[in-house]
C-alpha cells in the first residue's frame, strides 16, 4: 500500500488549474506591514487591490467599522439585506411563505415561514437584547460595539447614495425590504450565524412541534433504536451537504526558510448568506488583519496578521443535547420532573405573510417549550414522535454572543499563547476547531469553544439507550457528532454549571483538547484525536471519539504534512515552502485511489466476460477497466481521465457508510490509523456492484468514460464555463467540491471557498496569497 509520489507533471497542472480558478477569485492583498507604519487618515479610507478587495484604513474602530459596511454593502447588499428581513422575521411578509429561507443552500430546505417563528420567538424572548445588556465576555466589548456602530453607518450610507432602485444585483433591485438597518440588525444576523449549527437540522422540528392526534397517539412510539437511526442519519446528511473545512499548521521544524506556515481551507457554500467575503483592516497602532469573514462580520474571522496566522475547522461537537421528556397521556403538554408534573410552557408566535392575492395576513402558531428547552419533534425532517415522551432541546450557542469579541481579539493575537488565552476567556468559537501557526514557530491545535459540559462520569448517569447509541457512536457514521440524549424525568440530568466557564451549563475551556507542537498540527473536521499522530489527545467524549477510524481526508491531510516535512513525497527537499504547499493542496490527489484504486482494476479485469448484473441489467465493464489502470496519477485535476469514473464508484461503494464498513482485507487498527483499514477485497460482491452501477451511471448520463474532469465538472459565469477541479470529501482529497443543482442548474454547493497560506520569517512581513473561489460580489453586474 505505498502512497504514490508526487509526479514531477503535477505541479504544472496544478498551477494551470490555479491560473483557470483565479478568473473568478479574489487574490489575496499584499502581505501585512506593522499597523505602526501606516498613517492613519482623518476619515476611513478604502483602498481596491487586486480582485476588488477592499483594504479599508480608519483611525478608530468606529470608521474601520464604517468602511467595512460600506464595502461590503457595495459587494453584496442583495445578500446582506436578505439576512437583515431573514433575522427579523418578516420573509414571509414580503416574499411569501412558501419560498426557502436559505435559497442556493443544498442542505436548508427551511420555509420562510418556518423561518420567521423561529426568528420571531427569538425576537419574542428578546434574546440578543439581552445578552447587549451584559458586560463582556457574555455581552460585546467596547471596540465590537464601536465597529458595529460604524458598520451600519457605513451599509446605510452605500444605500442612501445608491438607493434601491438603482442597485444593480436584480436580486433586490427596487425590493420595498431593502432598507436601512439598524445595529440589532446586525447583532441578530451575528447571533444567528452563531447558532446555525443547532438551527439549521433543528429549526422546522422546533417551529411545528405539537402533540401526536389520537390516531398517531394509537401509533406505537419507535425504539430507541430507531430513534437513534433518525437522529443519526439526520446529521450524517447535514454535515454532508453543508460544510467542512482542512486546516494545517506548520511549525518551524516544518518550513524550509521560516519559522511558520499556514494553510487556511474552509469549505463553505458557494451561495447565500454564508458566502466569505474578504478585506484588510487596519488601524495604525492598533490592528492590521487581513483575511476572510461571514458576511456581515466587521472582523476578520479566518486571516493572518503581522504576527499570528489561523483558521477555523468544523469540529465534532454537537454543539445542542437533547432531553427525553416523559409526557402525562392524558396532557401531553405536562411533562414529569423529579416525580412532579410540570405544565411546558406555551408562547404565541405570530408573523406577518403575504397572501397569494398579495394581501397580508396573519398566522401564528403554539410554541412549547420546557426547563431543559423547547420541544423538538424532527430533525431534517426525520420525525420525533411526541407520544409517550417527547425531546427537547437545549444549545449551548443560544446564548453566545461572545464570538464577536473572540473574532476581534483574534485578530489582534500576537503568537498562539494569546490565541488559546482568546478561546478560553471568551469562550465565543462556535461548533469549531481552531488552527493556527505565529511568527515564533509554533503550531497550534485547539478545540477550545462552546461546549456542553458534559463529563464521561455524567454521561454515564443520565444517557437514555437511544442517547448510548448515539453518543457512544455505536451507530457510527463519518464525521456525525456525539449527540446526547439524556434523561429529562431527572432535574440532575441537566448540564451542570462550572465555575471556571463563562455561562451556566458550559464546559470548562481547560478541560478542553490544544496542542502546541513546532512540526504540524491539522484538522480535516475529525476529533482532536489525531491534530499530530505522534502526539494523540484525550478530552471528554462529548467533544469526539478516540481510537476511532479517521477520515480519508484527515489520512490525506497527515501524510502529506508527514511526506513533505520529511521529503518522501516527490518533491524536492524537505520542509513546506509557499510554492509547494500550494501545489500539494492543488495536486487533488485521492486517499481512496491510494488504498483501492489497483484492487478495482484487479476486479475489473476478472470480471467473466467483462458483464456485471446491476438490477436485471448486464453491464459490460470492459471498457472502464483500462481508464482506470491508466488512471496512475490518482488525482482530480481538470485533466484527469478515469477520476470521474472512480468518484462515482467509490460514492455507490461507500454509500454513507463508515469507511471501515466497506471490504477491507486489513482493518482498521488504532495502533496504525493513518494507513488503516486498507487493501480492498477486490472479490466481494459489493466491489464488483457498485462499480457496475458507476458504469452504468455514466453511460446513462452520456458521459464517456474516459471523459476528462473538465468535461463533466464545470460551472457556468456570465456565459462562459468553468472548468472546476477537486472532488468529494468522500475520496479523500483536500480540495474539496460539492457539486449539486442550484435553481435547477449544476453548480458548486460547497467546497473549498476561501484559500489562504501565510508564511512567517523571522524578521519582514508574512508572505501570504489566497483565492476566494466565488468572487467578492454575488451580484452579476459587478465589474
Not at 502529506?560 to 495536486?587: C, K, W, Y
Amino acid at each position: 500500500m505505498a502512497r504514490r509520489r508526487f509526479v514531477a507533471r503535477l505541479p504544472v497542472a496544478a498551477l494551470a488549474v490555479v491560473a483557470v480558478v483565479s478568473t473568478m477569485a479574489a487574490a489575496g492583498p499584499p502581505p501585512a506591514r506593522s499597523a505602526a507604519a501606516v498613517a492613519a487618515p482623518d476619515k476611513p479610507t478604502i483602498r481596491y487591490t487586486e480582485y476588488g478587495i477592499p483594504h479599508i484604513i480608519a483611525s478608530d474602530w468606529e470608521g474601520l467599522g464604517t468602511g467595512y459596511g460600506y464595502a461590503a454593502a457595495k459587494d453584496n447588499i442583495c445578500t446582506l439585506a436578505d439576512t437583515y428581513l431573514m433575522v427579523n422575521a418578516q420573509r414571509s411578509r414580503y416574499l411569501g411563505p412558501d419560498g426557502r429561507a436559505s435559497p442556493g443552500e443544498k442542505q436548508n430546505t427551511t420555509s420562510n415561514l418556518n423561518s420567521d417563528l423561529y426568528f420571531q420567538r427569538i425576537k419574542d424572548d428578546r434574546v440578543v437584547e439581552r445578552l447587549l445588556d451584559q458586560p463582556a465576555p457574555n455581552g460585546p466589548e467596547p471596540e465590537v460595539k464601536e465597529a458595529i456602530r460604524g458598520y451600519v453607518r457605513g451599509y446605510n450610507r452605500y444605500l442612501a447614495e445608491t438607493g434601491a432602485d438603482h442597485i444593480t444585483d436584480p436580486a433586490c433591485r427596487g425590493a420595498s425590504w431593502v432598507r436601512p438597518i439598524t445595529e440589532l440588525d446586525v447583532y441578530r444576523h451575528a447571533h444567528a450565524e452563531i447558532i446555525m449549527g443547532s438551527a439549521d437540522p433543528l429549526l422546522d422540528g422546533q417551529v411545528t412541534a405539537a402533540p401526536a392526534g389520537a390516531s398517531a397517539a394509537a401509533t406505537p412510539a419507535p425504539s430507541p433504536e430507531e430513534t437513534a437511526k433518525r437522529i443519526r442519519d439526520a446529521m450524517a446528511v447535514g454535515r454532508r451537504q453543508s460544510m467542512g473545512s482542512n486546516a494545517l499548521a506548520v511549525g518551524s521544524r516544518g518550513v524550509s526558510g521560516g519559522t511558520g506556515m499556514l494553510l487556511a481551507n474552509p469549505h463553505f457554500p458557494w451561495q447565500g448568506k454564508n458566502r466569505m467575503w474578504q478585506s484588510q483592516l487596519t488601524i495604525p497602532g492598533k490592528i492590521n488583519v487581513s483575511g476572510a469573514s461571514l458576511l456581515g462580520f466587521p472582523a476578520v474571522n479566518i486571516g493572518h496578521n503581522d504576527d499570528v496566522a489561523w483558521s477555523h475547522t468544523i469540529a465534532t461537537v454537537a454543539p445542542f443535547g437533547l432531553f427525553d421528556v416523559q409526557v402525562d397521556p392524558l396532557n401531553p403538554t405536562n411533562y414529569l420532573v423529579d416525580g412532579v408534573w410540570q405544565p411546558m410552557t406555551s408562547q404565541q408566535v405570530a408573523v406577518d405573510v403575504r397572501n397569494a392575492d398579495g394581501t397580508l395576513g396573519k398566522v401564528t402558531r403554539t410554541l412549547w417549550s420546557t426547563r431543559y428547552g423547547p420541544i423538538v419533534t424532527s430533525v431534517l425532517g426525520n420525525p420525533l414522535p411526541w407520544v409517550v415522551s417527547a425531546h427537547a432541546v437545549r444549545d449551548v450557542n443560544m446564548g453566545n454572543l461572545r464570538a464577536l469579541n473572540t473574532w476581534f481579539h483574534l485578530d489582534q493575537a500576537k503568537d498562539v499563547h494569546e490565541v488559546v488565552d482568546t478561546l478560553e476567556t471568551t469562550e465565543g468559537v462556535p461548533f469549531f476547531n481552531t488552527v493556527a501557526s505565529d511568527r515564533k514557530g509554533n503550531a497550534l491545535y485547539a478545540d477550545i469553544q462552546a461546549t456542553p459540559n458534559i463529563s464521561d462520569e455524567h454521561a454515564r448517569s443520565c444517557l437514555t439507550l437511544t442517547g448510548r447509541l448515539l453518543f457512544n457512536q455505536e451507530l457510527r457514521l463519518p464525521n456525525v457528532p456525539p449527540v446526547s440524549v439524556f434523561d429529562g424525568k431527572r432535574s440532575a440530568c441537566d448540564w451542570p454549571t462550572d465555575p471556571n466557564a463563562v455561562a451556566p451549563g458550559l464546559m470548562d475551556p481547560r478541560k478542553q483538547p490544544r496542542l502546541i507542537r513546532g512540526d504540524f498540527v491539522g484538522n480535516a473536521n475529525d476529533s482532536a484525536w489525531l491534530a499530530n499522530p505522534e502526539q494523540p489527545l484525550s478530552f471528554p467524549r462529548v467533544m469526539g471519539d478516540t481510537a476511532a477510524p479517521r477520515s480519508l481526508r484527515t489520512q490525506e491531510l497527515i501524510l502529506t504534512a508527514q511526506n513533505r516535512i520529511n521529503g518522501t513525497d516527490g518533491l524536492p527537499g524537505r520542509g513546506f515552502t509557499p510554492e509547494n504547499m500550494r501545489q500539494l493542496l492543488f495536486a487533488d490527489n485521492s486517499r481512496a485511489a491510494d488504498l483501492a484504486l489497483d484492487a478495482t482494476v484487479a476486479m475489473c479485469r476478472s470480471v467473466p466476460f467483462g458483464l456485471i448484473l446491476v438490477d436485471g441489467t448486464l453491464v459490460n465493464v470492459s471498457e472502464a477497466c483500462p481508464v482506470l489502470a491508466a488512471w496512475r496519477s490518482h488525482d482530480f485535476t481538470a485533466d484527469s481521465r478515469g477520476s470521474w469514473l472512480f468518484e462515482n464508484y467509490w460514492a455507490f461503494l461507500l454509500g454513507g457508510q463508515a469507511i471501515e464498513k466497506l471490504p477491507w482485507r486489513v482493518p482498521f487498527d488504532p495502533k496504525d490509523p493513518v494507513h488503516t483499514p486498507n487493501s480492498l477485497d477486490s472479490g466481494n460482491s459489493a466491489v464488483r456492484d457498485a462499480f457496475g452501477r458507476a458504469v452504468l451511471a455514466l453511460r446513462r448520463a452520456g458521459v464517456a468514460l474516459n471523459a476528462p474532469l473538465s468535461d463533466v465538472q464545470k460551472i457556468t459565469r456570465n456565459g462562459e464555463q468553468i472548468p472546476i477541479h477537486g472532488s468529494i470529501s468522500e475520496v479523500g482529497v483536500l480540495n474539496v467540491v460539492t457539486p449539486g443543482l442550484v435553481d435547477g442548474k449544476l453548480d458548486i454547493t460547497f467546497g473549498s471557498s476561501f484559500v489562504q497560506q501565510v508564511k512567517f520569517t523571522a524578521d519582514g512581513p508574512p508572505q501570504t496569497s489566497s483565492v476566494l473561489a466565488y468572487s467578492q460580489s454575488a451580484d452579476p453586474n459587478s465589474p
